[in-house]
């Protein structure tokens, strides 16, 4: 087959790359250059897309022996996820830019320019497996990714090979110390890749501009508080509320909701962060087709988040997932990501989430 391999610098892209050249398959490394100022946004293990990223692909690729280009994509980028990023934080929801990158520019910009120009697969570096078309989690769990990219297509996944899904992290460092990849003890990405310094809070506020609003207490609707942007806080967010006023019952605080239309932050005891009902839109089912009106699956409702047993409901391109217990914390514009197992059967962007009991 002949392939395009994502490279981003790191460890997993270039064994990806190392394992297809070696099952045979006639490869080209391909670079993408997400930032339209590369040079500053690397800080450690943070950021992404820094001239040192792209040297240690093209490097990685001299090693394998495999053609090499860099495709701009950092205006798309910019209006796919950074744009959107912003946006949704304004709107009052918590976005996942992992999760976007992967929808708008991995397979789609890339997947549909590499598919015009005769490849017949993308592979990436991504933890996940693929086994008769089906995306399943990797067998390292502490590693998994099979959530960031349970927004691909079926038809995107036919045309994606992710080689590591058999290995565990430890695995690929080691096989990349033995292949001479001078990559093999980089240190992983993490955090927001175009969100160098772990900011969020500022990079909101540069772009949004300060927004001076209340943080009302949800029982007793008195204002403990005072904020500079509801866009800097998220569902379930405890930390960094700087109350002036205790809550009348002395307890902490956790935020309950965000109203960007009136620029108020919600807040009240961790109890009523108490959702097991979960309602989500623009389902993506990675077989096609939903497995049927109503089935039980397991739910991740977030990156890194444990999975809960669920009955979901499907009508049209909506999902509502029952949860058979409560989770706390549960985000519009997260994900819900649903499984069979180790089994990817779809995803959908959560709208809405509550107590059983407002149902209705």
Known sequence: M??????????DSAVAAARAVDAGHDVTGVHLALSQAPATLRHGARGCCTLEDANDARRAADVLGIPFYVWDLAERFRAEVIDDFVSEYAAGRTPNPCLRC??????TAVLDRARALGFDAVVTGHHARLVDGRLLRSVDAAKDQSYVLAVCTHE??????????????????AEAAR?????????????????????????????????????VDAASGETLGRHDGSFAFTVGQRRGLDLRRPAPDGEPRYVLSIRPVDNTVVV????????DVVEAGAVVWTSGTAPADAFDCEVQL?????????SVTVAGRNVTAT?????????????????DGDA?????TITAAHAAELAG
Not at 2 to 11: D, H
Not at 344 to 348: P, Q
């Open 2 to 11: 002949r392939l395009l391999a994502a490279m981003s610098g790191g460890v």
């Open 102 to 107: 992967n929808e708008k520019i991995k397979f």
């Open 156 to 173: 995107q996944l036919t045309h994606a090979m992710f080689p590591l899904g058999d290995s565990t992290k430890a695995q690929v460092r």
């Open 179 to 215: 292949r001479g990849l001078a990559v093999a003890d980089k240190p992983d990405s993490h955090d927001i890749c175009f969100i160098a310094d772990g900011d969020t809070r500022g990079f909101l506020t540069r772009k949004l501009g300060a927004q001076d609003g209340p943080i």
């Open 268 to 275: 009240g005891p961790r109890e009523l962060l108490d959702a």
């Open 302 to 310: 977030r990156a890194h988040g444990m999975t809960s047993p669920a």
């Open 323 to 339: 949860l058979h217990r409560p989770q706390q914390g549960v985000a519009a514009g997260q994900a819900l990501v649903m499984y």
């Open 344 to 348: 990817v059967l779809g995803s959908a």
